[in-house]
């Protein structure tokens, strides 16, 4: 039995007539100390390897997590920030994590430190009207943080389900004009940019935009 508060927080479980062993805090990986990381991130850390396990995700803007800005938990071994739009830019935050199985809930993980740099379009504004059927994207510059790799997409649906993913494209410049034969007049999409810059990587907010008549 766990319970779950109203910000997503779930409890240790309550295991009846069993006897299971604390879990061991959980390594964390990705974002490294100290590092500037562009926004939305993923963060990652080991995952455990229990049948049950779960993970309690926090961030803070002090190392005593005394002003927590979120506390999330997640089944997997990772934490997209792109659901959460409370991070700054040029933001000091801390992060951490702990693990929790049938035993309860492990010590937490180290904390580590964190700047924020948030990535997104520059143009066309989102929900932008009007556009033409070859509209030019361009998104913020990572390549002070690495030779970027940048994965663009149009999307008929908000959800990027692989079958409604209508366009895709890998370049190393911050900028893309979409091709003649992609779009059609009078239609509302979706765009969307993931980027990976040396150990830096992160995905955009999602863009709305809607062609001409």
Partial sequence: LTAVNRYGAESAPVVLNGSVANPAAPALVYPLNDAAV???????????TAEWAKYQWQLAKDEQFDSLVATRTVDAPEFNT????????????YWRVRTINE??????????????KLFG?????????????????TWDDA?????????????SGIEFNAVDILYSATLSENQLQV???????????YARVFV???????????LAFTTKD
């Fill in 38 to 48: 562009l926004m939305p991130c993923l963060f990652k850390w080991e995952q455990n």
């Fill in 121 to 137: 379009f520059n143009s066309p504004e989102n929900n932008a009207a009007d556009l033409d059927l070859t509209p030019l994207f």
């Fill in 196 to 206: 990976v810059a040396g150990t830096v990587s992160a995905v955009s907010p999602t």
């Fill in 82 to 93: 792109t659901v959460m739009y409370n991070i700054v830019d040029g933001g000091t935050y």
């Fill in 103 to 116: 035993g309860g809930a492990s010590d937490w993980s180290e904390a580590r430190k964190f700047t924020s």
């Fill in 179 to 189: 091709p003649d034969g992609v779009l059609v007049y009078s239609t509302t999409y």
């Fill in 143 to 155: 390549s002070n943080y690495g030779a970027p790799q940048y994965t663009f997409e149009i999307s």
